[in-house]
C-alpha cells in the first residue's frame, strides 16, 4: 500500500474529517495520514484504542514514535496521560492498551535503526517561556532530525526553513501557512527545499513538528 509517498511534494490531511478504519486488532482503528507498506510499512497514523483494547505484544524492528492526544495510553512499563512524547527505538517491545481509551499520533518504521534512545517527555513541563509569543521545546535532535512542541500565541508567527523537510501535526486551535487553515488534528508535510511559515489563529495553537527526517523517507528494511 501507498498513501501520500511522493515526499517530493506537499501534503495536507485534515486528519478529523477521515473516517476510521480498523487495524488487525479488535477495538483498535486508525486514521492513515502517509504509508509506504502493508501491515509492516513506514507509517504515519492517529490511532484509537476503545477502552479495555490492547495490542498484543510485539518488537519495535524499526522503532515507533507517538504523542498521546487523548486519554491514557498504557504499558507494561507505565502510563502515559494526553501530552506525553514517546520514543521507542528498534529492538525495544511492549503490550499497548487502554483501559479507559485513548488516541494517539504514531510514526513507525523512520527511526535510524542503530538508535537505541528511549524516553518519554511531557511536552508541556518541557516549554520554555516564550518569546514573542512563541514557545518552543526540542523534544528531541539527532544527525538525521528535531522534532519540537511550540505553543502560539494569538498570533504569533511559526518560521522554519530546516534542510530535509517539514512535518507538522496542530494538536489544539489553528494556524494558516497561507495556503490552507489547519484546524486540531490537520497533518501538513512540507517537502525538502521548501520553507514552512504559519500563523496561529484567534485562540493561538500547540503543534508537534519534526524536520530533516524526509530525505531518509523510504519503505521498511525487512
Known amino acids: 500500500m501507498e498513501l501520500n509517498a511522493d515526499f517530493s ?12 478504519t480498523p487495524s488487525p486488532m479488535q477495538g483498535v482503528d486508525r486514521r492513515m495520514l502517509d504509508r509506504i507498506g502493508d501491515e509492516v510499512a513506514r507509517a504515519t497514523s492517529i ?30 512499563h507505565g502510563d502515559y496521560p494526553a501530552g506525553t512524547y514517546v520514543r521507542n527505538p528498534p529492538t525495544t ?4 492498551g487502554s483501559d479507559a481509551g485513548c488516541t494517539i499520533f504514531v510514526k513507525l518504521w523512520q527511526f535510524d535503526l542503530d538508535d537505541r534512545t528511549q524516553f518519554r517527555k511531557d511536552m ?9 509569543g512563541v514557545a518552543t521545546a526540542c523534544l528531541h535532535a539527532d544527525s538525521r532530525e528535531t522534532v ?32 490552507d487553515k489547519l484546524e486540531t488534528g490537520s497533518w501538513l508535510r512540507v517537502p525538502d527545499g521548501q520553507a514552512l511559515t504559519a500563523t496561529a489563529g484567534d485562540a493561538g495553537a500547540s503543534v508537534w513538528m519534526k524536520t530533516g527526517h524526509l530525505r531518509y523517507a523510504k519503505a521498511p528494511d525487512v
Do not use: C
Not at 9 to 20: E, G, N, R, Y
Not at 161 to 173: C, H, K, Q, R, Y
Open 124 to 132: 508541556d513541563a518541557a516549554l520554555p517561556a516564550p518569546t514573542d
Open 47 to 76: 490511532v484509537r484504542y476503545a477502552p479495555g483494547s490492547m495490542f498484543s505484544a510485539h518488537t519495535h524492528t524499526g522503532g515507533e514514535e507517538f504523542i498521546v492526544l487523548e486519554g491514557v495510553f498504557q504499558d507494561e
Open 93 to 96: 517491545s511492549h503490550t499497548p
Open 148 to 179: 519540537t512542541f511550540t505553543k502560539l500565541d494569538p498570533g504569533a508567527v511559526l518560521s522554519n526553513s530546516d534542510a530535509g523537510g517539514i512535518e507538522l501535526l496542530v494538536l489544539s486551535g489553528t494556524v494558516d501557512d497561507g495556503t
Open 9 to 20: 511534494q506537499q501534503v495536507v490531511v485534515h486528519s478529523a474529517k477521515l473516517d476510521w
